[in-house]
């Protein structure tokens, strides 16, 4: 456990060893040790309140910006749902987590899943919604099987005492990258081809089955725990984020750190030295030179040029190739595009193939004045924030590490990794 500028931990065991079901379900903190820490006291309080409203200044009081990646503020996603008077009214908790190298959302159900439960219920009760629905993706069989087991302690709580809450079920979702993407989630969940839907409408506005939804985040959804909870005990609320870390660090991990904590801090912390570049967001959120030491939180990310997505690091030291590394982006892109948009599905394919001439160095000048076209088109024209986010981490690659793009040219690698 490293502390710094907030409350630190690392991951439990290495990234390779993914707990299997039965050990997750033997490891997750069970209803009554959580109710021990002050535990579902929030949500119950909140149940007793006639009105609930209160809960929307708290939200912008703690400046609360959807943790899934976007920093949309939730107090104004959930006054659209609020102001939409058709009925029902849905809340759909985005676990579909697929962002590269981000975990945050599972390790923290894994870990504690009564605090997406009891987040689940404020928001629930908050928004007044007729059904809560988590979307797990399907490949997450660990983080759906706790979730369940802990549903049922939720059920059996709540009935003793006799409190009526909203109803939550857990729904496992199949597809591939985009159907995080929340309007291509709300269209598996209604049994069609995970594909984003044109928008505005927002969802609050037309979500599941055509009908108001609010869709959030898992770590946004159990952030409200705190918010809440702080108000209670009269403390002023803020919002701790989640970011996973990963590639060329001594401690693999999520790291819970304050909004605006540096990143050099949390480099430092994870054991990274040598670095040469760190995407950000996953990879969705852009690439920056080893020495930004921009601040963790949305507006920092924002000023630096790239987003801060889902708050996860990738780590690149001296010894890697920017070239190499972007191939491998451009192919993860073009495979998990859905192709409903021409941008995307064109655009991604192309990146791959000159890419792939780079690296093989038998492109030219031409070549990359082509992708940078490509790429800005996909940037301002893609349906959705895959052809965008392909489009974006290119730019800055291309941008920031122009140098090692134009030695490829020349046949020179000076990572040694490409010609070979
Ligand atoms: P967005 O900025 O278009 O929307 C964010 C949220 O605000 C959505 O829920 C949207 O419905 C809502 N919203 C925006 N304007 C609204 C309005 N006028 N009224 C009501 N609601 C409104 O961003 P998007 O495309 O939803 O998400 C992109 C982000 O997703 C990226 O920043 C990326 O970092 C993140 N991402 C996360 C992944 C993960 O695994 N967690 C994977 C891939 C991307």
Known sequence: ????????????????????????????????????????????RLLEERDRSFVLSLLDRANLRGLGGAGFPTAAKWRSLLSNPDRPKYLVVNFHEGEPGTFKDRELVESNPHKLLEGTLIASLVLDVDEAIIAVREDYEAARAV??????ELR???????????????????????????TALLEALEGRRGEPRVRPPYPTERGLYGKPTVVNNVETIAVLVDILR????????AVEKRYSVTGDVERPGVYVLKMGTRLGELLKASGASDVKAVFIG???????????????????????????????????????CIVDAMYEVAQFFAAESCGKCEPCRLGTRELVEIMRRIKAGRATEEDLKWAESVAKTMMETSLCGLGQAAGKVFLDALGRFREEFEEHLRGVCRAGVCFR
């Open 230 to 237: 702080a108000y209670y005990e009269g403390r002023e609320p």
């Open 1 to 44: 456990v490293v502390k710094i500028g907030g409350r630190l931990y690392t991951y439990r065991g290495s990234l390779q060893e993914i707990p299997g079901k039965e050990e997750a379900l033997r490891a997750y903190k069970r209803l009554d040790a959580y109710v021990k820490e002050g535990g579902y006291s929030a949500a119950l």
């Open 282 to 320: 996953g990879v969705s959120g852009g690439l920056l030179p080893g020495d930004a030491d921009i601040a963790l939180d949305f507006d920092g990310a924002r000023k630096a040029g790239v987003g801060l997505g889902t708050g996860s690091v990738i780590v690149l030291s001296n010894g890697r």
């Open 147 to 152: 979730l369940e087991a802990a549903l049922e």
């Open 156 to 182: 059996a709580f709540l009935a003793s005492r006799g409190a009526a809450a909203p109803p939550i079920s857990v729904v496992s979702v199949g597809g591939s990258y985009v159907v995080g993407e929340e």
